[in-house]
T-cell receptor, first 110, second 113 residues
Framework: DAKTTQPPSMDCAEGRAANLPCNHSTISGNEYVYWYRQIHSQGPQYIIHGLKNNETNEMASLIITEDRKSSTLILPHATLRDTAVYYCIVSRGSQGNLIFGKGTKLSVKP | EPEVTQTPSHQVTQMGQEVILRCVPISNHLYFYWYRQILGQKVEFLVSFYNNEISEKSEIFDDQFSVERPDGSNFTLKIRSTKLEDSAMYFC???????????FGPGTRLTVT
């Protein structure tokens, strides 16, 4: 089973920041937090990952709490094309296997 | 930008038939994966493959499934005798040994009738 908890759905206005929360209270010290998204029935798309420090790339920012029990994915200026299911996944990184939960269905509205 | 490709995009087969789903991972990647997603359900891990052998497999990956890297570019998933419940999207993914993120292909929709 997935080791994360996410809200099933969220709405966001186009152009605003989308903040997607994730709880992972049982995360181990050697586990990373990964975020992927799936648009319609396409293959999951990697967004970002982190261990304990906040991370930012061209797609998003990842904020991990100091105790590492929760994190937030931030899409700074959501567009309609960001409408997707977003998955927060805890994994040991090099071991690779991703255990997907149900994710958060983000709807970006005009 | 390099990407994972999968063929065919849609495969229809009759129950009991064998199918082979094909994937071309990103060229310098050495770790390969298969996942599946039954319509309306979660993405499920099937198997991981490295150095010409299976690294890990899930309970779903039973004796009717097999994987192979027949040459330097292809990675295949074979289902020996398909069942109705094998109908799903099958995603291939690959990973560079220097990083931990996986890159997924567009999937093959398998329909078993």
């Amino acid at each position: 089973d997935a080791k994360t908890t996410q809200p099933p759905s969220m709405d966001c206005a186009e152009g605003r920041a989308a903040n997607l929360p994730c709880n992972h209270s049982t995360i181990s010290g050697n586990e990373y937090v990964y975020w992927y998204r799936q648009i319609h029935s396409q293959g999951p798309q990697y967004i970002i990952h982190g261990l304990k420090n906040n991370e930012t790339n061209e797609m998003a920012s990842l904020i991990i709490t100091e105790d590492r029990k929760s994190s937030t994915l931030i899409l700074p200026h959501a567009t309609l094309r960001d409408t997707a299911v977003y998955y927060c996944i805890v994994s040991r990184g090099s071991q690779g296997n991703l255990i997907f939960g149900k994710g958060t269905k983000l709807s970006v509205k005009p | 930008e390099p990407e994972v490709t999968q063929t065919p995009s849609h495969q229809v087969t009759q129950m009991g038939q064998e199918v082979i789903l094909r994937c071309v991972p990103i060229s310098n990647h050495l770790y390969f994966y298969w996942y599946r997603q039954i319509l309306g359900q979660k993405v499920e891990f099937l198997v991981s493959f490295y150095n010409n052998e299976i690294s890990e497999k899930s309970e779903i990956f039973d004796d009717q499934f097999s994987v192979e890297r027949p040459d330097g570019s292809n990675f295949t998933l074979k289902i020996r005798s398909t069942k109705l419940e094998d109908s799903a999207m099958y995603f291939c993914a690959s990973r560079d040994p220097g990083v931990s993120e996986q890159y997924f292909g567009p999937g093959t929709r398998l329909t078993v009738t």
